[in-house]
Structures are given as structure tokens and as C-alpha cells.
């Protein structure tokens, strides 16, 4: 008999770090993220009067639990050779819910290029937490699937994401105005970030499930997505 492992590889997938656990969201995480978000994706105390970031609509919405779980349904349903989102689980090492880091891409195997969004709940931030998931899943991108390039953004009143971004070697990359929901505009920055300008941890990260989940993608040795063996450090 197939496990879901077997059907769905990525599953397999585990990064480890010397203070975190991430993993690809399964159906039992859901209460978890949900539970976690509804203390606020985004902190209104760093928005500027009247503005408000779409994290904050989402939270703010009845339907909380149920966007959330197709948010995380969708995800998997962007998850195939030519597009692609992840949404990676974060837990503590003693197993609390800490929040979510997501990569994605689109035309991998020729733009080698991802992207990143997170989020973390209340009582996990201050403590270095973002930049260390964030760093994470850099290791895993760079070393495990040869992505060359690493893009993200954040609103331009969000000091702490564009911190993180900037403590990790990422550079300013324009920037975009969105409408975060009606009569509510942002201007959001972007940042890039090429691989031999990753400001690396001190730090090893373990990957366990990583040629699998490089098979499932879509990468192989001749297209350069050598993921090295699971398990071993980046």
C-alpha cells in the first residue's frame, strides 16, 4: 500500500536548524495555523495611520479558518515542474507552532529564481526567529536545488521584515504600489538577493526528503538541481 509520502513526495521534505523545525503544511497543521494567525499575520502597530496590510483583512475575517485552509490547499495545487509554492510549517524545538514560511518559483529549471513570504505569531517575535526560518530555506533553495537568484518583498513602513532581508545580503529591487484591499493602498519594496551574496549562518541546516521533493519539481543532475544526499548539512 502507497503512503500519502509516496503519492505526494514533498511531504518528505524536513529542514532542521539548531532552533527550528519546518515542514510542508499537512491537513493536521491547519487548527495549529489557524490558531497561531488569528493573533494578526502582521503587527497594526507598524502601519502608518490608516493603512492596514492584506494580512490584516485576512485576519480580521470570519472566515479565518476556512481561508486558511485553502490557502494551504491551493498551495499544493501550485506545486508542480513549471510553478510551484511550498508553504513550510515552523515549529520550536519543543513542538509549538511558531508559523509559516512559504518559497515558490515559476520556470525553475530556467530563471533560478525564488521567492519568499513568512509570517510569525505574537509571542515568537523579537527573538531573531524570521531571519533564522528565512536563512533556512535560503540554505535549502541555494544548496539543494541550485536556485542563483532569491526575491522578496515588504511594505515600506515594515521595518523588521526589510531588516531581516537586508541582514541576509538581499538588495533594494525596486518597488510596486498594491491595492491592500478598497480604498487602501501600499507601496510595497523589493528586495533580491543573488546566491553569492548570501550572508550565510554560522550554522549548519540538516534536509531530510530533499531529493525527493527535487524529483517531484521537476529537477534533475542534468538540468543542475544536484540536491545533495538527505541528511547532510548544507
Known sequence: MMTLEDVWPLLRLRLTTPRLVMRPLRDEDI??????????LTDPALAPEGHSALANAWDESPELAANSARWIWESRLRSHPDAWTIMFGVWSGDGEFLGSQDVGAKDFPQLRTVTTGSWLRHSARGRGLGRHMRAAVLLWAFDHLGAEVAETSAYDWNAPSQGVSRSLGYAANGETRIQARPG??????????????????????TVD??????????????????????????
Open 184 to 205: 487602501v493602498v501600499e507601496r510595497e519594496l523589493r528586495f533580491r538577493l543573488a546566491r553569492d551574496d548570501f550572508n550565510r549562518p554560522d550554522w549548519e541546516l
Open 209 to 234: 526528503g530533499a531529493e525527493a521533493a527535487a524529483a517531484f519539481l521537476g529537477l534533475t543532475e542534468d538540468d543542475g538541481g544536484r540536491a545533495p544526499s538527505a541528511g547532510t548539512g548544507a
Open 31 to 40: 487548527p495549529h495555523y489557524v490558531e497561531a494567525a488569528r493573533g494578526g
